[in-house]
């Protein structure tokens, strides 16, 4: 108890005790002690009550009341009540502020901001960029179901899939040439942030960069190949000296050649949702071809191993597939000093038996990779390091393609990877791309 408050308790005790002390003296001057003690008794619970009610008034008063002046330890209770009251205004006020400055910050945002209820899927609040993005109306659709305000869009099973709802982009329905991007955010256990955001622009602009890419890269078709046809009919026997840089020449053009067949490639990869053309891929022809492959480009510097543990095939596109298989592979073979290993790997996902995905790994014993290049290793042209990627002839362009390529068979790609010890890439297939294999004998072979 603060020094004060205690003070102002035994300052009310000596009070009441003096009261007492002196009823019981005027009582005994009368010869009625215990009738005058009890009258002074009841005067003083009579006092107190008062004062309580004083304290209740003070509590309920909606103004601000000023606390009476004394020393007693009512007077302390009123003037503590009076700072309390006084701290809680406060920071009510800074609340009130400080919702004031979010809302109108969240009013402000040029994405449309919709406050859902989870349970009932109203509409608790919107902003200013909803009511243009959205069509949304105020105060009608404050209160309104979501899904059925925003009819023409169809949210009824994307909502039903709350915390995991993904992101999506849809035509608006108000404005045919706008593309909608919608995020379903739980901010809270009760409430949900549902953003819209305008992405024609960024559609726009990056359809911009593959049409460019596009026709730059098929414009550089034709030069290289009246480059090609001239490198071809000078013979270095007939000219010693210039040998060495007709060979120079040729690598180099030919490598140009490759990073514009990869850049088509890429950018016919990332104009297509879907696949045009499925098949069943048979899995044993293709880890054949995979390690003739390996074995030529390899020329007999590395350990080539092949496992097909799946015993089952995959459903999409052979060669697409072959053509990410293919690259992994490839890109294992250059980025492995002469004397490692490679193995190619096709086993079940996971350790359980009835497992229903399948795995296609490639694992190396090359220079690894450090953790800080992992998160970017698959963008286009990005290299952890140049100069060797410049010495094993790569293009920068081949984890892009697998990437996207397994995208359009809804399969991922999963990197590990440990400096002096080498690299694991997985590609994970779900159930629905697995199909089942006539000939379930497993095959092992060994190449040195």
């Known amino acids: 108890m603060p020094p004060r408050a205690r003070s102002a308790w035994f300052r009310t005790l000596g009070q009441l005790a003096l009261i007492l002390a002196t009823a019981a003296v005027v009582g005994?001057?009368?010869?009625?002690?215990?009738?005058?003690?009890?009258?002074?008794?009841?005067g003083v619970v009579a006092w107190h009550y008062?004062?309580?009610?004083?304290?209740?008034?003070?509590?309920?008063?909606?103004?601000?009341?000023?606390?009476?002046?004394?020393?007693?330890?009512?007077?302390?209770?009123?003037?503590?009540?009076?700072?309390?009251?006084?701290?809680?205004?406060?920071?009510?006020?800074?609340?009130?502020?400080?919702?004031?400055?979010?809302?109108?910050?969240?009013?402000?945002?040029?994405?449309?901001?919709?406050?859902?209820?989870?349970?009932?899927?109203?509409i608790q609040w919107f902003n200013e960029a909803a009511i243009g993005l959205l069509q949304l109306k105020y105060p009608r659709d404050i209160g309104g179901p979501v899904a059925q305000r925003l009819q023409p869009l169809q949210l009824s099973h994307w909502l039903a899939s709350g915390r995991n709802a993904e992101t999506l982009e849809v035509t608006s329905p108000w404005n045919p040439a706008a593309t909608l991007s919608l995020?379903?955010?739980?901010?809270?256990?009760?409430?949900?942030?549902?953003v819209a955001r305008d992405v024609s622009r960024l559609l726009q602009l990056e359809q911009m960069r593959r049409d460019f890419v596009a026709n730059v890269s098929h414009e550089l078709r034709t030069p290289l190949t009246v480059v090609h046809g001239y490198l071809d009919m000078l013979d270095p026997a007939e000219h010693p000296d210039w040998a060495p840089m007709l060979a120079e020449m040729q690598r180099q053009?030919?490598?140009?050649?490759?990073?514009?067949?990869?850049?088509?490639?890429?950018?016919?990869?990332?104009?297509?949702?879907?696949?045009?053309?499925?098949?069943?891929?048979?899995?044993?022809?293709?880890l054949t071809t995979l390690r003739r492959e390996a074995v030529a480009l390899s020329q007999g510097r590395h350990e080539i191993l092949v496992e097909d543990a799946a015993a089952v095939d995959l459903w999409g596109s052979n060669k697409e597939l072959h053509s990410a298989f293919s690259n992994l592979v490839g890109n294992a073979i250059r980025?492995?000093?002469?004397?490692?290993?490679?193995?190619?790997?096709?086993?079940p996902e996971g350790t359980r038996p009835d497992s229903k995905g399948a795995v296609l790994e490639v694992v190396d014993s090359g220079y690894g990779i450090p953790a800080a290049h992992l998160p970017r290793?698959?963008?286009?042209?990005?290299?952890?390091?140049?100069?060797?990627?410049?010495?094993?002839?790569?293009?920068?362009?081949?984890?892009?393609?697998?990437?996207?390529?397994?995208?359009?068979?809804?399969?991922?790609?999963?990197?590990?990877?440990?400096?002096?010890?080498?690299?694991?890439?997985?590609?994970h297939f779900g159930a629905e791309r697995v199909r089942p294999r006539e000939d379930l004998a497993l095959s092992f072979e060994a190449l040195p």
């Open 28 to 42: 005994l001057a009368i010869g009625q002690p215990w009738p005058v003690i009890t009258l002074a008794a009841l």
């Open 50 to 122: 008062w004062r309580l009610r004083s304290v209740l008034v003070r509590l309920t008063a909606r103004q601000r009341l000023t606390p009476p002046l004394g020393e007693g330890i009512w007077n302390e209770l009123d003037r503590l009540l009076h700072r309390s009251q006084s701290e809680m205004r406060g920071r009510k006020k800074r609340l009130i502020e400080m919702l004031r400055a979010y809302r109108a910050a969240a009013a402000a945002l040029p994405d449309a901001i919709v406050v859902v209820e989870r349970n009932s899927q109203r």
């Open 183 to 194: 995020r379903l955010i739980p901010y809270s256990d009760d409430l949900w942030l549902l």
């Open 253 to 286: 053009s030919q490598r140009m050649t490759q990073l514009v067949e990869d850049l088509l490639m890429l950018s016919r990869l990332e104009s297509q949702d879907s696949l045009p053309a499925e098949e069943t891929v048979a899995m044993s022809p293709m």
């Open 335 to 347: 980025y492995t000093p002469a004397g490692g290993t490679i193995r190619i790997r096709f086993r």
């Open 377 to 427: 290793i698959t963008e286009r042209f990005y290299r952890v390091s140049t100069s060797r990627s410049r010495e094993s002839g790569g293009t920068g362009l081949g984890l892009s393609i697998v990437k996207h390529v397994l995208n359009l068979h809804q399969a991922r790609l999963e990197i590990s990877s440990e400096v002096g010890r080498g690299s694991t890439f997985s590609c």
